[in-house]
């Protein structure tokens, strides 16, 4: 869980809240689907875009905190348009649920469903800038090495660290969905989890991204061996490297995690988001 869920969570074990989340947009929205905000009687946390959108939804969240109702959900449906002093000119269906201590289950559930699955494989400089910047994005991070003592001992429960020898002998494990990055300590290494990930992608088609770290040299190189392990050009021309959106300049492991990570946030949209 991300800092903000677990603080969320802390305070539900105390008192009752109401969980404010967008349900569905149309149109230009200031924020997407699956964000939300949870309102307590004194406070409040998380954003939903803020202004009178966000104002209306916590006037009618203390509504339904103040009265004795059930837990189930109710929608609002908000016209972004003068009426509410928003220009975006969009819709936002909101969704508001009365949510408590004998909620979280269900929540933990819901809030990390959000989250895009990315396994990583590699526990080197850049691998730990990556794995660190990812902990603080809505990111479901497997971490994989084949080393020992690789991983750093307090990370956040939503990042998995998984010893494997050999390390490709990980990839039948990964969930279905996962965006993978390959960045190990040897390029034998690479070689072989990325012919593991690409036959994977041949049977079952479920990893949307394949990325491999290293220069077009390497990829040169490492394509040549792969189609002689019998990939074709198709399949092949799913893997992206080198790695990271283009005219970030820089090679230090924080300046490559940057650009990687935001390679991944790119490819996480399905469609174009609007902004307010």
């Not at 109702?69 to 269906?93: F, T």
Request: with cysteine.
């Amino acid at each position: 869980m991300s800092p903000l869920v677990d603080f969320f969570f802390a305070r539900l074990a105390a008192a009752p809240a109401v969980l404010v989340q967008v349900h569905s947009t149309e149109g230009s929205a200031p924020r997407d689907a699956g964000a939300w905000m949870a309102i307590f009687a004194d406070s409040y946390l998380g954003t939903i875009g803020g202004g009178h959108l966000e104002h209306q939804a916590i006037a009618r969240a203390h509504e339904l905190l103040a009265g004795q109702g059930d837990e189930v959900p109710e929608i609002m449906r908000m016209a972004l348009g003068p009426s509410l002093g928003q220009c975006c000119g969009g819709v936002v269906h909101l969704s508001l649920q009365r949510v408590s201590a004998a909620s979280l289950p269900a929540l933990r559930l819901r809030l990390d469903a959000q989250r895009m699955p990315v396994a990583l494989f590699g526990g080197g400089h850049v691998g730990h800038a990556l794995a660190e910047l990812l902990a603080r994005l809505p990111v479901a991070l497997h971490w994989i090495d084949s080393r020992e003592g690789i991983f750093p001992a307090a990370l956040p429960a939503h990042v998995l660290c998984e010893h494997s020898e050999p390390v490709q002998a990980a990839v039948a494990s990964l969930a279905p969905g996962s965006h993978v990055l390959i960045m190990s300590f040897s390029h034998a290494e690479d070689l072989d989890v990325l012919a593991q990930c690409l036959t994977r992608q041949r049977q079952r088609g479920d990893l949307p991204f394949i990325g491999l770290i290293g220069s077009k040299t390497k990829w040169a190189t490492f394509r040549h061996r792969l189609e002689a392990r019998g990939f074709s050009a198709e399949e092949l021309a799913h893997v992206t490297c080198p790695i990271g959106v283009p005219g970030i300049e820089g090679k230090e492991p924080e300046v490559i995690a940057v650009a990687v990570a935001a390679q991944l946030l790119q490819a996480r949209q399905s469609k174009p988001s609007s902004a307010a």
